[in-house]
């Protein structure tokens, strides 16, 4: 079945509402904890709107989670993430990689074990995406205290459990979309 580009616009504005509802349910939950706050749901969401279609929908993927975080970092004030160079440009890179990532891992092993196959290019996906937003962190943002903070609290607090939560609801949240968009495996 071929889609006709309302289908594809609302789809991008349902994942864009679904992504900022579930972005700022995050930050707030964790604001008083952490700061930045760990997208523990976000990432995989992210990653997986990157790799159910093709790399058009993976820049996509990326982008509308990028443009979240630009527009929320302004609402609770995480300075260093006002800079789109941080906070948009890594996640879309991010998603066209991870897309690449999974067509790479699925031609190796010939669609064989495609959930396996989805939580290592997730893992993989993960690994890309914070250094780029560190890598963009480190060229753009300016120094001190604060980013200093930012960074230890990336790698220490936020890298594994975001890890984790990529290579367990990767795989399940590419199938949902998959089923909901009607798309074929």
Known sequence: MKRDVAHEVAFIGVMTALMAVVLTLETYVFIYFIKPSPAFLTIPLFIALSMYGDWKRAFVGGTIFGC???????????????????SILPRTLAGVAGYWILRGLSALTKGKGIDIVRAVAAALTVVVHTVLVLGSMELFATGGAFFDT????????NFLPELLCAIFLVPILIRVIKRYTGARK
Do not use: H, K
Request: contains cysteine.
């Open 68 to 86: 979240c975080s630009f527009v929320l970092s302004f609402i609770v004030g995480y300075e260093v993430f006002f800079n789109p160079l941080i």
């Open 150 to 157: 930012v960074w230890q609290t990336i790698i220490g607090a």
